[in-house]
């Protein structure tokens, strides 16, 4: 079977996934509630704007498929990579605290993750993108190799310029711009499922957190000194 058979059901699992994120999509968070703690708030405030901001990036992705506006389609699919390894990248910084049963530099990184900017330099430093990409290759091999290859057409290159929208009748040495159909189809066939494959991912995660969170809270909570109280410490 070719592979762009499977547009249909790819589309379809986007579409049912997208549905449910939507109708869960959190609406508040009470950090007082959460914990003692501020470490637990900034973890879990960071991962609901994700799943807020992989919604949207996935919703105008799937419908830009439909519509056949493949360029636009695809530098959407990588925004949603990256906002799915983002999310990787958080959960793998907590996991790493409680295997060590140990805090260490965490709060540092839930500051860059959730504050962290380069236009300006009161602020934490941004996480470059690329370490949350290589973070999820480690243990799902040919994640950065399909994002690397979306970024192709992300990026001016051939793959988003003369390859998408140009095609060359050699017969008569003429060049036909506007969408290239079959350069096009396979772009949608690759990018169409590396999108319901990265939704799956983020949803594996983002539950995951959740179940995490419970022993997160306690390590946060054993680590401040009895006399404080409530959000005087990290």
């Given at each position: 079977?070719?592979?762009?058979?499977?547009?249909?059901?790819?589309?379809?699992?986007?579409d049912?996934?997208?549905?449910?994120?939507?109708?869960?999509?959190?609406?508040?968070?009470?950090?007082?509630?959460?914990?003692?703690?501020?470490?637990?708030?900034k973890?879990?405030?960071y991962?609901?704007?994700?799943?807020?901001?992989?919604?949207?990036?996935?919703?105008?992705?799937?419908?830009?498929?439909?519509?056949?506006?493949?360029?636009?389609?695809?530098?959407?699919t990588?925004?949603?990579?990256?906002?799915?390894?983002?999310?990787?990248?958080?959960?793998?910084?907590i996991?790493?605290?409680?295997?060590?049963?140990?805090?260490?530099?965490?709060?540092?990184?839930?500051?860059?993750?959730?504050?962290?900017?380069?236009?300006?330099?009161?602020?934490?430093?941004?996480?470059?993108?690329?370490?949350?990409?290589?973070?999820?290759?480690?243990?799902?091999?040919?994640?950065?190799?399909?994002?690397?290859?979306?970024?192709?057409?992300?990026?001016?290159?051939?793959?988003?310029?003369?390859?998408?929208?140009?095609?060359?009748?050699?017969?008569?040495?003429?060049?036909?711009?506007?969408?290239?159909?079959?350069?096009?189809?396979?772009?949608?066939?690759?990018?169409?499922?590396?999108?319901?494959?990265?939704?799956?991912?983020?949803?594996?995660?983002?539950?995951?957190?959740?179940?995490?969170?419970?022993?997160?809270?306690?390590?946060?909570?054993?680590?401040?000194?009895?006399?404080?109280?409530?959000?005087?410490?990290?």
């Amino acid at each position: 079977m070719d592979d762009a058979d499977n547009i249909p059901t790819w589309i379809a699992e986007i579409d049912g996934r997208l549905a449910s994120f939507t109708h869960n999509l959190p609406r508040e968070l009470d950090p007082v509630a959460l914990s003692r703690s501020k470490l637990p708030f900034k973890a879990m405030g960071y991962r609901e704007t994700l799943i807020w901001r992989v919604t949207e990036l996935a919703q105008a992705a799937v419908d830009n498929y439909k519509q056949g506006r493949v360029a636009a389609a695809t530098l959407l699919t990588r925004g949603v990579m990256e906002t799915t390894a983002a999310l990787w990248y958080l959960r793998y910084k907590i996991k790493g605290a409680l295997a060590a049963q140990a805090l260490g530099d965490i709060d540092n990184h839930l500051m860059r993750l959730s504050l962290g900017t380069r236009n300006w330099e009161e602020t934490p430093d941004a996480i470059n993108v690329l370490n949350f990409v290589d973070s999820v290759e480690k243990e799902l091999k040919g994640f950065r190799m399909q994002y690397d290859s979306l970024s192709e057409v992300a990026h001016p290159n051939y793959s988003g310029t003369t390859g998408l929208f140009s095609k060359i009748d050699h017969k008569n040495v003429f060049v036909h711009l506007g969408p290239n159909e079959q350069y096009a189809k396979n772009l949608v066939t690759a990018g169409t499922g590396s999108l319901s494959a990265t939704l799956l991912i983020f949803e594996h995660c983002y539950n995951a957190l959740a179940d995490e969170l419970p022993e997160f809270v306690k390590l946060c909570e054993a680590a401040l000194p009895p006399e404080d109280t409530p959000h005087d410490a990290p």
